[in-house]
């Protein structure tokens, strides 16, 4: 196991790059001109609810899932680590609160989304798999709550920016029941990083991390120009 100050100390600057990391990138390809190119709030209510209420269920909720089974087979789930038992858990009960928020939203359009027969791209279902296939809760930490989740937030925000004069309520939703969310989520994976790690291992997770931000950089710029020229 990791000494304590020297993963806090790491977790710290970890988290603080890749929050400036994930801002930078969601301003660079998720922003007014992105969503602009796809039309007007309702058009962009229609076209991207769907995938964000598909990519809330499962990349929000199958990599906590195996990282509960993880901590059971690696750690105290009935004593030290029940907090990241809870932890975990309510983020699964997060992420499917939000997918039904996105597809609820579809309805009042007339768009039915049945999440069991929705279609995503093979591309979005391998990120999916990449994610949960790791045998360390950490790790999934460090390529998921710790780094996607926060782009993920970031990308919400800026579509409630987007549609909130026209619909200010659909916004305030956004805000208030998915994106305040993700600060527990992150929490819950510093917590996890700061637990389970050791210090031979940050240059893996720093690695994991950049490997995840190098491939939603070039699926979002690849997006971004196929809109925008």
């Not at 007014?32 to 990519?55: H, K, M, N, Q, Y």
């Not at 637990?195 to 031979?200: E, G």
Request: net charge negative; aromatic share 10%; proline share 3%.
């Amino acid at each position: 196991m990791a000494s304590t100050n020297s993963i806090t100390g790491f977790t710290s600057d970890f988290l603080d790059d890749n929050r400036d990391r994930a801002r930078e990138l969601v301003d660079s390809y998720y922003n007014d001109e992105f969503l602009s190119s796809i039309g007007d709030p309702t058009d962009v209510i229609l076209s991207e609810f769907p995938a964000i209420a598909w990519r809330e269920l499962y990349l929000g909720c199958l990599p906590p899932n195996k990282q509960v089974y993880l901590i059971y087979e690696r750690g105290e789930p009935f004593g030290r680590d029940r907090d990241l038992i809870v932890g975990l858990n309510k983020q699964i009960k997060d992420e499917f609160k939000h997918a039904k928020i996105f597809t609820n939203y579809l309805s009042q359009f007339g768009v039915d989304v049945d999440l069991t027969t929705h279609e995503e791209s093979e591309e979005i279902i391998q990120a999916c798999r990449t994610m949960v296939d790791r045998d360390e809760p950490h790790h999934i930490a460090a390529g998921f709550q710790c780094s996607t989740e926060i782009r993920a937030a970031f990308m919400v925000q800026n579509l409630a920016e987007y549609i909130e004069q026209e619909y200010p309520n659909v916004a305030n939703t956004l805000m208030k029941h998915v994106v305040a969310d993700e600060g527990d989520h992150l929490h819950v994976g510093r917590q996890i990083i700061e637990r389970f790690s050791s210090d031979d291992e940050t240059e893996m997770m720093q690695t994991i991390t950049d490997e995840k931000f190098e491939k939603i950089d070039a699926a979002m710029a690849a997006r971004f120009e196929a809109a925008t020229n």
